[in-house]
């Protein structure tokens, strides 16, 4: 922690990077400023209560990592200190409610279901719910759709070419199961096989996010030994665990399973970054040209460095074009459980990013993460406009399998 | 009252210091700021001339400020160097007087003007202090830059008494070409054109002609390059401006002076932008006129001072007369003068200097 | 602070956008030197130009220090808050308001950042052509009171330069405007814009500025060059310009900035003493002729390692490693100071050598950056605040560098400012009646000495120079650094 404070030198170079500075225009919500905020926490010059709003107002899209020249860690950072800073916290009643729904349900597809029925009752109270919660509800669509599992083994299609796993993901299974199911399929298209671990489930990296260490934790440990010995990845589809999975050197640091939690993330790789470099074998691509935007996950642009992996797969398929947008790599203002905690500022992002997308005039927005695909669809929703918002694993498959 | 030429720093401070009013003329080339001086003391620059730094290495030159300008520009041509905000009326003017009245021709389009390349220099001021601005290097961001200030301050300030200038390589070789236009507009038109595309010119004037409108254009550089970057110019004009007539003229001494062909009791240089140009110029019918450095200055010359001056007013904007008889050498819309008044106050708080 | 002036502050402001609080005034502490901290007594985020006016009013009416801040990325502590005085932040004041590519000029905020006015430009093939290394992120408004420039200025000029015209509120309340579209810019009359570029927030602040662009140059060719001796690429820039060719860049860095630029972005450079890149720009015709001339140079200039760009993608590399060599140097060492100062280009070599002399006497690491074409230098000193007294010896091998500086005819910042950094160098530089004209001058426009007190003028209460030391975590053992 202290290396990546002192190694910050204030020369703001992350600063137009930063959302939240781009839209607060304040140094305490800037990269620089919050570094600056956690040092004085650290230092006992100023109360971690006085920092917290600013860093809870984090969106932990960590664009400020490769703005720096310096080589500050904020990841390592922002994660190291909302744990240490989540042991002592204490929140405001209606706030700790929130919270602990968030760590109690999103993880639990399950629960999920359950408080999203709930929920669709409480949409008619939403006007005397307080904001957070009602954020929330917007989150919900009108209904779930229903499970759809994979089958635990997914034979390859053609010539075998790689053996894989598929992580469940929380959220997400509730609420598009149809993308795990499509990524199975897009997999299986190109020669991979795929298992799906029936009890394996939620990677805890929603629960880093907020800083629910213990939780995060035990959540983690569930997973390890749920996955075959001899897969060669284990494949997520949401970005925000493929980046959580990667902190969990962080999160394990000093427990005894610290090696088997690092084993366990090495295997861990991205759907789009796992087929761009097994090469995609099909690709049929669409019979009309489809003007396509990309929308990069923060998880996966910024804190895994995915810049062009999704945008190759995509440039390959026939009849497809790749549009460019402003601001691409801002955050959309999903960021994990961020629209649940801060859904001011997500909605003013999301607006931004709608208005961005729509100036390129595409019919079909892509992106590789569950949070992203929510976002964009409910500020698309709210500007009553119809264009379609998918998951880059629906758009592959069926680009692979020519719609079967 | 005649004119006194002091040959030293220490001179024109003790005659600043002993007089009520002094006024200063470099070579007195342009006429019209020396009418209203009555019974001020006249010091003449002249002796305070010559090159007093060069390194062509460092693309800096020290000089007197009374020296002519053609005689730096000489000096400075031997090392293949010139000053690129290309002082006007060289062979007449002082260097001094070129600052003081900021006057760049028309090659100036290519770098800049004279505020673009001063960097620093000696002065008295009106409390006869002597002491120096700016610095003798390309780069220098010590203190107030009141060496800029003086640009354009016709000696009201200060009397500059050494200048230092950034000075560039110079080009072996120049073309230029003319393109005629039917309408302003259009010559206007292409003039955008050329601010908006990747064309190197040295030089660009608009002038009107017998039926319409003509730009004139120069381009400088390598031997090996320049007839191909002209050919490929040319073409581009035609094809994206439509001029009635291309012409490519030979290089001559008249060619490129503003005002070689204004003829008029009254002289004026006016800054102006190049959206400006048509409703001034419909205001100013009989004057003769050039609007050069791709329409950012307008040269003018009419008998009619009055209406031009109303003209530049209705404009909103300001002229400096540089020859015939007027009250006052700046005519036009008055200037917001609030933050040089404050220099004033400081640098000649007794108005000794007019 | 009085509670008036508060009030006062409170009836323009709503409170997110009046900081008084602990936590809301710290992160402005300091602006990229981070030596000296001083938290100011209040902050404001105007979101117009009446706000400042009436802002800058109040600050005269109750003679309360004020400073203008953009983006905090002075180098010279020209940004640093004055205990008891308000900080006025400008960066929602960030349109770029006009655009006029026909013309080739543009009005903007002063919280507008000078990238973002070369990205509203490319459409039309213009840029802004200053390019302070902090471009993306270095307001056009702290570009002015430093009159910032970068490694493409050798041919176009500084912030200077570039700006046409101006609104501004003077220290007093006062509001005023010069200049115009034209590029004559004042045109007749004293160059009011020249004087207020790089009076380093002391005169008031800019609301509006018009600005020049420039064509985008039809190419670029980018050499870099290797050298095994520092002073022989210093030569290679002397070849450059006795040769009569005009550059649009020439910038050297030694062995430790090419060590820092390679940790930071994995530029490729070759394993060096000294790299110099040297960037023709302009006509294609007229480039590839000039390029031909500078190919010959460089090879006859005993460089053992020629690279040319043969893509954007190339060109850009080179110039990466060089744009984040200054914060890349966070890298290699947890404190450094950055220096600026300025040489005749022709003693260039005299003081390399010289400053190669200093590190011995100092034990210090110097890497070395610098703007070739211009004398520029760039050292930068790295030391280790943990150890006792490091910062203090970095100090005076600094103010070495800048009397060395002076001693060769040149000046003690080029494009960083004085700032509270070099109030104490002002007099190796000026006569006392010289920084007695300027202090007038500035009092004739701020009586009060509001704007920016105890900036540039030698003398006045500094705040301590920060001593880093060991962090108190650290010394209670809880972490550590490697
Ligand atoms: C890594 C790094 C690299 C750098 N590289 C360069 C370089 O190559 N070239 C260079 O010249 N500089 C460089 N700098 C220095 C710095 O970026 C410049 O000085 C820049 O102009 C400061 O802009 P800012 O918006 O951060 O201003 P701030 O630091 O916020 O303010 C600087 C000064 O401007 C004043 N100011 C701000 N806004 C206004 C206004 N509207 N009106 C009047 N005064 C105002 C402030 O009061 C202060 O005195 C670098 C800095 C860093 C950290
Ligand atoms: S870019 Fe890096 S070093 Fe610079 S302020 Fe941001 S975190 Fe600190
Ligand atoms: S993680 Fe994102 S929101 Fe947080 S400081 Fe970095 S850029 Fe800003």
Known sequence: MATAIEKCVHCGFCLPACPTYSLLGEEMDSPRGRIYLMKNVLEETLSAADAQPYIDRCLGCMACVPACPSGVEYGDLLVSYRMLQERERQRPPLDALARRLVIETLPYPKRFRLAAQTGRIGKALRGALPEAFASMLNLLPEKLPSPLPAPPVLPARGELRAKVALLPGCVQQALAPEINYAAAQALAANGVEVHSPPKAGCCGSILLHVGAEQQAIE?????????????????????GCGSGIHDYELLFKDQPDADRAAAFARKVTDFSAFLSSLGMRERTGFAHERRVVYQDACHLLHAQGQQSEARALLMQIPNLRLLPIADAGMCCGSAGAYNIDQPAIAAELGRRKVASILAAEPDLVVSGNIGCITQLRQQLKSTGNPLPVRHIAEVLWEACAGSE | MTARAPGSIAEIQSLVQNSDRVHVVGKGSKTALHNQTDGAAIVDLSGMSGILEYQPSEYTVTVGAGGLVRDLEAALKQHGQYLPCDPLLPGAASIGGTVACNLAGPRRFRYGGVRDFILGAQLVDGMGRAFRVGGKVVKNAAGFDLSKFLVGSLGRYAIMTELTFKVFPDAPCFRSLRFNYERLDDALSAIFFINQSAYELDALDLIPAADGWSLLARLAGFQESLPQRVERFAAGMERDTAPSDIATLAESPNLWDPLAELSGEFLVKAALAPKQIPAFDRMIAGARRRYGVGGNIAWLATDDVEALAAALRNCGLRGLCLRGAVHSAVIGAPADDALAQRVKQVLDPEHKLV | MNRAFIAALESIYPPQRLLTRDVELLPYESDALTAFQTKPAAAVLPDSDDEIIATVRLCHEHAVPFVARGSGTSLSGGSLPIADGLIIGLNRLNRIKKLDPQQRIAVVEPGVINLSITEAAQPYGLYYAPDPSSQSICTIGGNIAFNSGGAHCLKYGMTSNHVLGMKVVLADGTVTQFGSESIEGVGIGPDLVGLFVGSEGLFGIALEITVRLMPQPELYRTVLAAYDDLGRAGDAVSMVVASGLLPGAMEIMDRLAIKAAEASVKAGYPDAEALLIVELEGETLQVNAEFEQLRGIIEASGAFEIRVANSEEERARIWKGRKGAFSAVGRLSPDYIVQDGVVPRSRLGEALVEIGALKEKYGLDVANVFHAGDGNLHPLILYDGRAAGALEKAEALAGEILALCVNLGGSITGEHGIGMEKRDYMPAMFSEEELDIMQALRRAIDPLEIANRGKMFPGGEAPALKQHGMHPLEKAGVISRE
Do not use: S
């Open chain 1, 219 to 239: 959540l983690a440990r569930r997973n390890f030994g749920q996955f075959p010995d001899d897969i060669d990845a284990i494949i997520t589809t949401a970005a």
